[in-house]
């Protein structure tokens, strides 16, 4: 097992020709002893286009087996992508982001695996989970948020594995401020399981907003905590879930937990389908039930896109993938 | 917005605290079948019930008490309360209710007399510790079929109808306290309205609870058939303790094709003191089968009192196009603790349900709101729509858990809530305007609580406002 | 289009009571009534929605019953309607919608679907015959932000667009000003032909007049209660709708 690594010494032709944007990557591949014949692939696409991506990700050490930190150094670009291609393993990661870097996190698992992320942010920052790719049967992604001034958190998943579980645990700092965007698309057969969970500190605030296009199970947990000495704080839930198969099973369950009375807090919850005025309006220009329930699906996910800090870079992403939009 | 010292009077604004001594047979404390054979012979039950309860008591020693909910307590001695204490004297041989009940319950501002009426007729059936003492207006309600009377009195005389119904929402295998319920029900209102029929006047049962140490298991049935409508009050109150009470409730709506039933209490047992000394506990299971189609039920509920409030309404909807409605306002101050909500549980097609729930949590209390919205496979088209809110002040906690569940896809469920503190814009604009800070937070608060209390028969929400303000008097900082 | 003895409820309300109809093709009908008589309610079941429960009767359009048709396969027939207050859907923009419909289209008459490169021009080009800023409009979302008036010149690009053959503006000239309504009058009457009919759902005989509407169709209480030319709205301007 090595723990040093050189990203320039390892290049990965294949990826390469993966994403049509990039002009140089860097690859890199390690092996882990301890683990036989499995390998783990970091695959790092870095470009230079507009600077969008950083070329020099450092990696410090390995710490142990399946244990990842990354520093990720402060430079003039800004933006980061991550692609995490794991098979049978379980990760731990540690990241530090620095004030004002953007993650793009790609997970791509390719059997049944676990990932434990610790994310310390250090503010004005923007976090991109990206599940893309399908999967093998059981995903189960933990995150650990430690929340400095704002942070913007996206959790994108259109493919996925057959359950697909995330926990995510943001810890905000005193004054600081989360925003979270979840979008997942369910296929029949399939099931998101989702806890999220904000705990507040002094003056802080926290927006979580979930959204599902749901025809197979979804399991939806937003939990917020203000604690006795936890003034001045703002909670906001908002949970939206649109099912597209009678057969679809919806579980919502938002929870604020508030015990100061200085508080602002709400949540929002509801499961339905689109609204039937605007299905009438797509009718009555021709598109079949179908075409229309795609139509403003894609609405949706566009809506969500344009939310974001790199959604050029995305929608293009995404059309190279040949998923929605 | 600063903590403004708590006025320590509450002792003397539960204005209904006070207790007398009224001559009262009682069996002694604790809890044996020994005892359930002694209630079901006091009340001259037929067999039938008897072995009813025995099987639920039976059913109760093998289960444990829930500990879910988010509210604590010290654990009750089932065998340290008295299961029956009943006035000695309640009719003379005239049949005329015994004078000193009667003066009793006025002093309560309940009428069981049916010479002194309130403004529009309210039928009220008075049930004090564990028995009813009166009911009013009983042969006028007959004349239009209405049945209306104490539990007891209607196992004796309609027993084939308590026989048919009892049991068929809640059995007593549903819950703990179902289950004790079941076992030693006191008593408790029954009634019935027949088909077509609209009742003609609002139907009340009040319950006061007056020894100490007795526990009030009261048991309520209604039926509603096809076509018909009622709407029922129920109101209480118990004499200040120290020690805490326990009140065990079961009420049973059943609703069949195209009947209404309106369903609103306005709960002031005593909460305790300032320092949570005392004060009742209210765990109570309220349940609505609305199996007919196009039945309507709705719960209306003011909740200030009680030391703890463990309860959720709730509404099964059966029937195609059956709708459920929940409204509450609930009021916790100083260390009273609540754990309540509604389920609305969709089974029927195009079936609809409306909640609105306002909580206010002031003081050292704690209020939990718990909703569930749970549509069956089956039920195509369910429609909900749920907002609750919460105004918190002082050291009190809120926690609200509205859920949605469902198995089917042709659904509308929405829910809103909040939780704030009231909004210094609107205090100012007030104040602005003359008032003073109290006055403008018992407006904002009232305003707050309005939707509510707009579902309240006339004079019970004017009482409900007064309750508010008394209740939260001082601890609006 | 031939309307026969048309029943209709929404809500279990009867609205529409045995109303009987003939819309000729090549020429502009001003349909007008006292609020609550059913024109909106008209529309809506010409052109199909769920609400819109038809208790009797039927629409004949092309020599086709029109009951069992669903409403996207009346669109395809040629049925457009103008809603009063177009939907405003975020995320979908006009140049998605767009596509999709006009592909639709061919699709159904059997010709290849537009290629992106062709269709963004055509896109381009309608927005500025339009009035719309053809670079900003193309990814703008459905009718997002737009003005009352937006929205009405928005509808009617559509109408050029998708070349439908019978349409219904249901109070297109409402919150409109002078200008807007003369743009949207002119329009409409460049696009009469002889295979188009043109249902114009207003309040105003003002507007009527500006359409120089052949045919004026009374409606009241859910029944067509007068039909005639343009000198209908004289009446009208004179004595209101109580005269029928």
């Not at chain 2, 239009?144 to 004796?156: D, K, L, Y």
Request: charged share 25%; proline share 3%; aromatic share 10%.
């Amino acid at each position: 097992m090595s723990d040093r690594f050189n990203p320039l010494h390892y290049l990965d032709k294949r990826l390469i020709n993966e994403n049509p944007i990039t002009k140089a990557i860097f690859g890199l591949s390690s092996h882990l002893a301890k683990r036989k014949s499995e390998f783990q692939f970091f695959n790092f696409i870095v470009t230079n286009e507009k600077g969008i991506i950083h070329s020099d990700i450092k990696i410090s050490t390995i710490k142990n087996d399946n244990t990842l930190e990354y520093k990720i150094d402060e430079h003039n670009n800004k933006i980061f992508w991550l692609r995490i291609n794991h098979c049978d393993n379980d990760i731990l990661e540690t990241i530090v982001l620095p004030k004002g870097a953007i993650l793009i996190h790609e997970d791509i698992s390719l059997n049944k695996s676990s990932k434990e992320t610790t994310i310390n942010c250090l503010g004005n920052n923007s976090y991109y989970y990206l599940s893309l790719h399908l999967h093998e049967q059981l995903f189960f992604n933990k995150v650990k948020f430690l929340i400095n001034n704002n942070v913007k958190s996206y959790f994108f998943t259109l493919e996925h594995a057959q359950k697909h579980k995330n926990q995510i645990d943001y810890q905000l700092t005193k004054e600081s401020k989360l925003e979270h965007y979840s979008l997942s698309s369910i296929q029949k057969g399939q099931l998101q399981d989702d806890s999220i969970n904000v705990v507040h500190d002094k003056n802080s605030n926290s927006k979580v907003v979930y959204q599902s296009l749901n025809k197979g199970k979804v399991v939806s947990q937003v939990n917020s905590l203000v604690e006795k000495e936890s003034i001045g704080c703002s909670t906001e839930q908002n949970l939206k879930h649109i099912v597209l198969e009678k057969t679809a099973i919806t579980n919502s369950k938002p929870n604020l937990m508030i015990c100061n009375n200085d508080i602002v807090a709400s949540h929002g919850n509801s499961i339905g389908s689109f609204n039937n005025e605007e299905l009438f309006y797509l009718n009555q220009r021709g598109l079949t039930k179908e075409q229309a329930y795609t139509v403003l699906a894609n609405s949706i996910i566009e809506n969500y896109l344009s939310n974001t800090d790199i959604k050029d870079e995305l929608i293009n992403y995404l059309k190279g993938k040949e998923l929605y939009v | 917005m600063q903590n403004k010292q708590i006025i320590e009077t509450l002792d003397t604004k539960y204005s209904l605290g006070f207790s007398e001594n009224i001559d009262s047979e009682t069996i002694p404390k604790g809890l044996n079948e020994d005892v359930i054979r002694l209630i079901s012979n006091k009340k001259n039950e037929p067999e039938w019930l008897l072995n009813w309860r025995l099987e639920a008591f039976r059913h109760w020693l093998t289960m444990e008490e829930p500990n879910w909910a988010s509210v604590n307590y010290p654990k009750i001695d089932y065998q340290d309360i008295f299961y029956y204490s009943v006035p000695k004297k309640i009719k003379n041989e005239a049949g005329e209710i015994d004078p000193e009940l009667k003066a009793y319950f006025e002093k309560l501002g309940v009428p069981i007399g049916e010479q002194q009426v309130l403004a529009g007729n309210i039928a009220v059936d008075a049930v004090l510790d564990s028995q009813s003492v009166g009911t009013t207006f009983k042969e006028k309600l007959n004349k239009v079929g209405i049945i209306f009377c104490s539990f007891n009195e209607a196992v004796i005389n309609h027993p084939e109808l308590v026989k048919q119904y009892l049991g068929t929402v809640v059995s007593y295998k549903d819950n703990y306290f179902a289950a004790l319920n079941s076992a030693v029900f006191s008593d408790g209102s029954f009634c019935f309205i027949p088909k077509g029929v609209r009742s003609p006047m609002e139907l009340s049962t009040y319950f006061r609870i007056n020894q100490a140490n007795v526990g009030q298991f009261e048991r309520t049935l209604i039926v509603a058939e096809e076509g018909s409508f009622v709407s029922y009050l129920e109101g209480c109150s118990a004499s200040r303790r120290d020690e805490n009470q326990l009140h065990a409730a079961v009420v049973e709506i059943i609703a069949l094709d195209n009947s209404t039933v309106k369903y609103s209490t306005v709960q002031n047992w005593y909460p305790g003191d300032e320092n949570g000394k005392g004060g009742v506990y209210n765990f109570v299971t309220k349940r609505a089968d609305c199996r007919g189609y196009k039945s309507h039920v709705s719960w209306t509920q003011i909740e200030t009192g009680s030391a703890i409030t463990w309860k959720y309404p709730s509404v099964i909807l059966r029937g195609d196009e059956s709708v459920g409605e929940f409204y509450s306002v609930a009021l916790t101050n100083h260390h009273q603790q609540a754990d309540t909500g509604t389920k609305m549980i969709h089974l029927g097609k195009n079936t609809k349900s409306t909640i609105i729930s306002k909580s206010i949590s002031a003081g050292n209390s704690s209020g939990t709101y718990r909703g569930l919205v749970r549509v069956g496979s089956k039920a195509d088209n369910a429609r909900n729509f749920t907002q609750c809110d919460s105004l918190i002040f002082g050291n009190a906690q809120v926690h609200t858990h509205p859920y949605i569940e469902t198995t089917n896809g042709s659904v509308t469920l929405e829910h809103e809530a909040t939780t704030s503190k009231i909004s210094d814009e609107h205090l100012f604009y007030l104040q602005q305007r003359g008032m003073s800070e109290e006055q403008a937070k018992n407006m904002l608060v009232n305003g707050f609580c309005k939707s509510v209390f707009q579902k309240l028969p006339g004079e019970f929400a004017v009482e409900a406002q007064k309750l508010l303000e008394i209740n939260l008097e001082g601890s609006l900082g | 289009m031939k309307i026969q003895n048309l029943s209709v409820a929404k809500s279990n309300k009867k609205i529409l009571n045995n109303l009987n109809a003939n819309f000729e093709p090549g020429k502009i009908h001003a349909i007008m009534g006292p609020n609550g008589s059913g024109k909106t309610t008209l529309s809506y079941t010409i052109a199909g929605h769920p609400d819109c429960e038809v208790i009797s009767g039927d629409i004949i359009y092309k020599e086709q019953s029109l009951k069992d048709l669903e409403v996207h396969e009346r669109s395809l027939l040629g049925v457009h309607l103008c809603p009063q207050y177009p939907s405003v859907i975020d995320g979908l923009s006009h140049a998605a919608f767009l596509k999709e419909a006009i592909n639709i289209r061919r699709h159904n008459q059997n010709l290849e679907a537009l290629d992106e490169f062709e269709f963004l021009k055509l896109l381009k080009q309608k927005a500025e015959e339009f009035k719309f800023n053809p670079k900003d409009y193309i990814r703008h979302s459905l009718n997002s932000g737009y003005s009352g008036g937006e929205k009405k010149r928005n509808e009617i690009l559509q109408i050029s667009l998708l070349n439908p053959k019978f349409i219904i503006l249901d109070e297109i000239d409402s919150g409109l000003d002078i200008e807007a309504m003369k743009y949207i009058g002119n329009f409409i009457n460049q696009y009469i032909q002889p295979d188009v009919t043109i249902l114009a759902i207003t309040h105003y005989p003002e507007f009527a007049r500006l359409l120089n509407a052949k045919e004026v169709h009374i409606i009241k209480q859910g029944q067509i209660v007068k039909t005639g030319d343009i000198d209908l709205v004289k009446s009208i301007e004179a004595n209101g709708f109580g005269d029928f």
